[in-house]
């Protein structure tokens, strides 16, 4: 394998071992997590590459101080420039501080608000554009020709690619005999840089990228030979909501990787939930979608497996909202309204039956105003924690067994 940089091949494992030297004593040195609870579904061993605890919460400082260490006296002293969610940000922000580099940063306009704190306090100069990483990476450009700031890309430049890439060396080491490497995915810095670092060391093992199916540009792009940019997107998982892949990860990426699949946001939520509850990790949306990919379809990924959890930056309201939808999406959420007479004693008697029935009540909601109720009556909304699709659909069957009148009913945490 070359150790030059070539059009087809814009970044060498060389690069990827300087990274490593210059990350040393900057990076958190993590040991890989077990997860039985996805080591019966694979059968197999199964750890997590817990970049969610990585400084900054995400793997992103590593690219990021790479690209910044690399960069001229001169170019340091104008300073440098980047647009992000939220993780590449803190990156850029914390790698910059270290650095003694001054920080421009570009984020959407519904970025969350612990990201746009955490950023602010780093040093960065934060400033709002667009609604997109698309859209704030534009006004980033335009502020790098303005000012003549450098501007640092959250995935499409060789030095970032290098310093993502030092992940896949660590994987490498830290579990001999790995078959499997599964990467979160958006813009491809990491996953290309993950995927150079496995081949070099060993080229049998499989690379499998994922996507938010609602914000996948690698799938037409792979297929048409050259990155092409979705016409939308719509996802939680904002982190990875890239529109089209950098050309510098696209190149390695159709070399090197052997898959790149999609997960729904059911199913990314549910990834949420169970990394929450079994492995007590809090991970972002954009953090959790190869844990997704491995619990939707765990067949498909050859044991010992690694699954990169690339970042755990995400606001508590989000999260709440995030571990709602995933209970939903596991048949563990339940809302039902039920038609009663609206008299004192009614509600009591409802939740002490729900009780009994061994559901939790999360929430409850009366209405009195719907045209189908007459004067003495009212629809109670009881929002029920369920242990599964089976307890849902006996709470469903007992309700009525038990004199209630059911007027709607739904699975859903909305």
Known sequence: MSTEPTAAEPVTIADIEAATAAL?????????????????????????????????????IRGAYNRISRLSADERARGVVAASAG???????????????QATVFMPDGATIPKVQATLGYGADVRFHGATIDESLDAARAFADATGAVLIHPFDHADVVAGQGTLGLEIMAKLPGVRTVVVCTGGGGLLAGVALAVKSVDPTVRVVGVQAASAAAYPPS??????????????????IAVGRPGDVPFALVQRYVDDVVTVSEDEISRAVLLLLERAKLVVEPAGAAATAAVM??????????????????????????????????????????????????????????????HANVVDIE???????????E??????????????????????????????????SAE
């Open 296 to 357: 939707a379809r765990p067949a498909d990924f050859e044991a010992p497996v690694a699954v990169v959890i690339s970042g755990g930056n995400v606001d508590s309201l989000v999260l709440l909202r995030i571990i709602r939808h995933g209970l939903a999406a596991a048949g563990r959420y339940l809302t039902v309204a039920v038609r009663m007479p609206d008299r004192p004693g009614s509600l009591a008697r409802l939740l002490d039956d729900i009780q009994s029935m």
């Open 366 to 376: 009366h209405n009195r105003v719907d045209a189908g109720l007459q004067v003495d």
């Open 222 to 239: 792979l297929a048409a030979g050259h990155p092409e940019r979705l016409a939308s997107m719509a996802t939680m998982a904002d982190g």
């Open 24 to 60: 040393e004593g900057v990076i958190r040195d993590l040991p890989l997590a077990g997860a039985r609870w996805l080591e019966q579904r694979v059968g197999g061993p199964v750890r997590l590459a817990t970049e969610n605890l990585q400084r900054a919460g995400s793997f992103k």
């Open 87 to 101: 993780n590449h940000a803190q990156g850029v922000a914390v790698a910059a501080q270290l650095l003694g580099v």
């Open 378 to 411: 009212v629809d109670i909304v009881v929002h029920v924690e369920t242990r599964g699709p089976e307890h849902c659909a006996g709470l469903l069957q007992e309700l009525p067994a038990r004199g209630y009148r059911l007027v709607s009913h739904r699975e």
